[in-house]
């Protein structure tokens, strides 16, 4: 436990908010819970005066609007911030992945195609946003947490952040382009962009080494759990996200994506596994395919996926089914069938087919036949899944390796193999998710 001087308060009205504090205009939060990590006792000290760094946790949600105003993802950390008094949330590069020179000064290191990724998803409005992270740091940052009205009080200093720093971006950008929008068009519509979507929030206390090490706990040792257990439990809970409980007992009920063939521990499969699909890419793909499921409409879908998955399984029941490994790992070298991009591409196929009233058997069939392809890559006449077939370059779904062709599995990908299902049974594509 780190007995530090905090200079915070954990009160239960607001007429205990220590003197000195009274008559100033903090940044409030409302509707926030507070966590005690041990005994109320021993965390706080008189007149509620917390004795301890890291010892309380905030748990709150933050709208894109309010994270813009207080969060310029490009303000960077300066020791002067401890005693400002309009607060804001900033990057520190010191306990960060720090920064880099440029023309127009220091800026921090980013990965720009994830913030893009993370955009688009956004645009949607169908962006998996888990809790974004803020720390007050002990010693440097003055709050007090009022109990009733569950308010929680910031009156100096700034938030910094030990993770979730895309997120950062990626939200206050599309925040800051919804704003242009309406300056110039005078509308509060921009296509799917929801702006009073709420993301949860955790705000820490640690001081500057406890930051230090959550910073490494979340992005080296890598304790999260992966989205595939993650979603898996989740499906279990009382209320779970419709999309997790429909891969949960599509998995269930289903002899193609049984236990046997859906793995649910990791994010990844073994080359020595025997499994076909991970259970995060089910849900991920349910997600891509049918985007608002809703409760009324949620056994017709189940029903119709269970027979989607079954005509699947018959036509293709060298790849699309239960196997041993070594004909698993046969598969993997001679086919794309049971890859995780055409995963993506079979449901949002299925969901077009739904969308249309069409019979799945009917429609899958045509993928058992040959396929004839003369392309830009040169002809071929065979099976349509073999990775022999260059129509899978000419898609994107394929790419030049080290070793050879290699699959790939992003967004491009995903949409190429989805366009090619459709043509190849004679089904018009949209654009977007089905929304049911």
Same mark, same amino acid.
């Given at each position: ?198 993301? +949860? ?7 500057? #080494?406890? *930051?230090?090490? &959550?910073?490494?706990?979340?992005? $080296? /040792? ?65 997600? +891509? ?7 009324? #409409?949620? *056994?017709?879908? &189940?029903?119709?996926?269970?027979? $989607? /998955? ?127």
């Amino acid at each position: 436990m780190n007995q530090a001087a905090t200079y915070s308060y954990l009160v239960e009205t607001a007429e205990q908010v220590p003197l000195h504090l009274k008559g100033r205009a903090p940044f409030v939060l409302p509707n926030t819970e507070a966590i005690l990590r041990w005994p109320e006792k021993d965390v706080l000290g008189s007149s509620g005066c917390v004795a301890m760094a890291g010892a309380i946790e905030f748990q709150t949600q933050i709208t894109p609007g309010l994270l813009t105003d207080v969060s310029d993802p490009d303000e960077l950390y300066q020791a002067e911030m401890r005693a400002t008094h309009r607060f804001r949330c900033v990057y520190d590069p010191e306990i960060q992945r720090g920064v880099k020179e440029t023309s127009s000064g220091k800026k921090e290191f980013l990965r720009p195609s994830e913030i893009e990724s993370m955009i688009q998803d956004i645009d949607q409005n169908r962006f998996e946003c888990p809790q974004l992270m803020w720390n007050l740091r002990a010693g440097e940052t003055v709050w007090v947490y009022v109990r009733e009205p569950r308010e929680l009080r910031i009156y100096e200093g700034v938030a910094t952040r030990p993770d979730t720093n895309h997120r950062h971006h990626a939200i206050v950008r599309v925040h800051r382009r919804y704003l242009q929008w309406i300056r110039d068009t005078g509308s509060m519509e921009m296509g799917s962009y929801n702006p009073q979507r709420a993301y +949860g929030l955790v705000i820490y206390t640690d001081d500057f #080494k406890g *930051e230090a090490h &959550r910073f490494y706990v979340y992005n $080296f /040792l890598g304790w999260r759990v992966s989205p595939s257990t993650a979603h898996f439990i989740e499906s279990k809970t009382a209320a779970p996200n419709l999309h997790s409980r429909l891969a949960r007992e599509l998995m269930e009920r289903s002899s193609v994506l049984g236990s046997a063939n859906v793995e649910i521990l990791g994010n990844h499969l073994s080359r020595n596994s025997a499994k076909m699909v991970t259970f995060g890419t089910i849900v991920e793909a349910l997600k +891509g395919g049918f985007h608002n499921i809703v409760e009324d #409409k949620y *056994e017709d879908i &189940r029903n119709f996926m269970l027979d $989607f /998955l079954t005509a699947l399984g018959n036509v293709r029941p060298k790849e699309i089914g239960l196997l041993s490994v070594a004909q698993r790992q046969r598969v993997r070298e001679s086919s794309v069938a049971d890859q995780a991009v055409m995963w993506h591409a079979y449901i949002r196929f299925a969901a077009r087919l739904w969308e249309d009233g069409s019979k799945s058997d009917e429609m899958v069939a045509v993928l058992a036949e040959p396929y004839i392809y003369a392309g830009q890559n040169g002809s071929y006449t065979g099976d349509l899944f073999s990775r022999n077939n260059p129509l899978w370059l000419d898609k994107g779904v394929m790419a030049p390796g080290k070793k050879g062709p290699q699959v790939v599995n992003n967004r491009q990908a995903r949409q190429g193999a989805f366009e090619l299902l459709c043509e190849r049974t004679g089904v018009a594509p949209r654009a977007g998710a089905v929304t049911v």
